[in-house]
């Protein structure tokens, strides 16, 4: 399959730009976002064949059938629907013959007039209106609603939230410690309700919470798709938001999963936040695929992993608030396309979805880029940046962010010559051997990739338009790879063997049967104090 792209590999950036016009006809600018990919080594002739692979995948046909309900889940025989949830009034889906907006959106009105009263106060805890709230989740129900209320900090008019997803101790403890239970509102998010981690949490927190309030339940709120277990665990119907098994767990921000950012920023905004995936949505279903962000970013995604072979990709926002960005895009990415087999079950051609990875800008400058820049393996950037801040008294601070983040694509891009180092070390009063030496540390391969997103500012809509664009990104990576983006299959086995291992540890169970290693390990452990 990568036979045909393969062939054009092997393009110097610097040369590429000088092309006529390369900087335009490698960027695709829409609703108020540019994304620039022409410092990749992407060519023309190269872009053609990706453009053509991704016709004869079927993307299109396949984006069709997402958007029309089909159950492209197939190996657990759902439909895959996250953009019902921030789609626009007009949109129309069925899901085994049910239109499924209806019922979206009264869950959301719920939710809406839930936040209102909370914000507002007229919801309260035993102690008056409610200060703080604490997300109990984890995964695809803690990294969305976490990155997004960080993300949006600067709209914040509501309580402070918080948000627990270890299973270690120490996260729920350093969380609750600073809170007063008397006005703090729990929210237990789970698509299952069974993940031990969040029930265990939630134990703890009601356990914590019933010291001080008579009635606990009260001030708990659950989001999952499992109500009869909401039930059992004691929450008030009118206090449980409901959502389908059609949302994936890592594309569940849109829904009641959000509810924490809901809180935070409010429903107005909240909406925002949906209007902008909703617009993404459109600008992926109707731009032709040469010029469609989504479409793009995959496949220059597919380029930098599948046919130039890097390993890895780096997620590099340029805003200290997208601070768990890269955290939430390896769920979205990797556990949707870390895949060994296609749909049909046969391997992966050209290997799976590459480990992502990063940091905001400037931190990561002053730690990893020495690798990006000299390393010998070639790591393919993704930056972003708005054009302004949220602070127009630290307008300069936010200059010099953008500053960087150019300066560092054109870095990796340019790199220096051994010449240039040379004049750079001769200047610095070396010679002869010394200078060979001291030059060759300062030399940089150069060359090297980057793409880089730009808009005005990071408002709710923005944030919603950049998620929705990653979240298709891997669709089509997925539609590519003929893999199945949407379960999770390779999550199981560590959960069912965590099962067996703690009877081990509290000795209830032999540890015989283990390996030697493991056996070992217990041992220590528990002459190590293990308790
Ligand atoms: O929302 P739940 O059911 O608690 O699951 C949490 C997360 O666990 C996973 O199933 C992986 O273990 C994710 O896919 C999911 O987002």
């Known amino acids: ?12 950036i610097v040369e590429l730009l000088a092309e006529p016009d390369r900087a335009n006809r490698f960027a695709i600018e829409a609703d108020g976002m540019r994304f620039d990919y022409a410092k990749t080594s992407m060519t023309d002739a190269a872009r053609d064949a990706l453009l053509a ?64 009263e909370v914000r507002s106060g007229r919801f ?10 604490v997300n109990i989740g984890i995964g695809g129900s803690h990294l969305g609603p976490e990155m997004g209320t960080l993300a949006l ?28 239970p008397k006005t703090t509102l729990v929210i237990i998010a789970s698509k299952t309700f069974t993940t031990i981690e969040t029930m265990t949490n939630a134990e703890t927190a009601r356990a914590w919470m019933a010291q001080a309030v008579e009635n606990p339940g009260a001030q708990f709120v659950a989001v999952s798709t499992a109500e009869d277990k909401t039930a059992a665990f004691g929450i008030d119907p009118s206090r449980v938001f409901g959502f389908e098994d059609w949302v994936g767990g890592r594309y569940s921000m849109w829904g009641p999963i959000g509810l924490p950012l809901m809180l935070a920023i409010g429903p107005e905004r909240f909406e925002d936040f949906l209007a902008g995936g909703a617009a993404m949505d459109a600008h992926f279903c109707h731009a032709d695929l040469a010029v469609n962000m989504p479409v793009m970013l995959a496949l220059v995604g597919l380029w930098h992993h599948q046919v130039c072979g890097y390993p890895t990709r780096a997620v590099l926002p340029y805003d200290q608030r997208l601070s768990r960005l890269a955290a939430y895009f390896q769920q979205l990415e990797m556990e949707s396309n870390g895949k060994g087999v296609t ?28 690798l990006i820049h000299q390393g010998t393996q070639v790591v393919p950037c993704e930056l972003m940046v708005a054009a302004r801040g949220h602070e127009p008294n630290l307008a300069h601070h936010h200059r010099l962010l953008v500053a960087n983040c150019l300066a ?62 990653y979240e298709h990104r891997v669709f089509v990576e997925g539609v590519i790879l003929g893999i199945n983006s949407y379960d999770q299959w390779g999550v199981e086995l560590g959960k069912v063997l965590a099962k067996e291992m703690e009877p081990i540890l509290t000795g209830e169970a032999a540890v015989d049967d283990k390996d030697g290693s493991t056996r070992n390990l217990v041992a220590f452990l528990k002459s190590a104090g293990l308790n």
């Open 1 to 12: 399959m990568w036979d045909e792209v393969k062939q054009h590999t092997g393009a110097k």
């Open 343 to 370: 749909m049909e079950g046969a391997p992966v051609e050209g290997g799976s979805g590459p480990v992502v990875w990063g940091e905001p800008g400037t931190n990561g400058q002053h730690a990893f880029y020495q």
């Open 124 to 133: 309260t805890g035993a102690g008056g209106p409610i200060t703080d709230v």
């Open 408 to 469: 560092q694509s054109e870095a990796l891009m340019l790199g220096r010559d051994m010449d240039t180092a040379r004049a750079l070390m001769r200047g610095a009063g070396f010679e002869g051997a010394e200078l060979e030496r001291q030059s060759a540390h300062r030399v940089f391969p150069g060359n090297r990739p980057s793409t880089t997103l730009v808009y005005d500012q990071l408002k709710p809509y923005r944030l919603g338009q950049i998620i929705a664009l």
């Open 153 to 180: 900090a600067p709209y914040h008019d509501g309580p402070r939230c918080h948000f627990v997803s270890n299973v270690d101790g120490a996260d729920i403890h350093d969380c609750l410690q600073a809170l007063d």
């Open 53 to 116: 692979l991704a016709e004869t995948q079927g993307v299109a046909k396949k984006r069709a059938e997402m958007f029309g309900g089909a159950a492209i889940n197939e190996t657990e025989g759902r439909s895959v629907l996250h953009i019902a949830l921030r789609a626009p009034e007009d949109f129309v889906v069925h899901v085994d013959g049910v239109d499924v907006l209806p019922e979206l959106r009264a869950v959301r009105a719920r939710m809406a007039a839930f936040a209102e």
